[in-house]
């Protein structure tokens, strides 16, 4: 029990990276661009509709296997998910 908690505080104590900004952007990007809801994004995933809605708001740090779900779901590379999108 004592070790669950001393997670969530170092996990709060742990600056955000910035790709999970980055992915965040990337992923509404694409979601958008495919003109597919976050709920049809996790039915092709086989992922609930709050866990996209979470990445997309940068409340989750993906795994890499997700991050490899996503990218396959959504027809591009894992790479282009974590790269900066000129705006």
Do not use: W
């Not at 049809?40 to 940068?58: F, K, M, N, P, W």
């Amino acid at each position: 029990h004592n070790t669950n908690i001393l997670l969530n505080e170092v996990e709060t104590m742990t600056p955000k990276s910035p790709l999970i900004d980055i992915l965040a952007q990337n992923l509404r990007y694409f979601r958008h661009q495919l003109g597919i809801s976050q709920e049809e994004l996790a039915d092709i995933c086989h992922l609930h509709r709050t866990y996209i809605g979470s990445v997309e708001r940068s409340e989750r740090n993906v795994t890499l296997t997700t991050l490899d779900t996503l990218a396959k779901g959504l027809g591009v590379k894992v790479c282009e998910l974590l790269t900066p999108r000129d705006e």
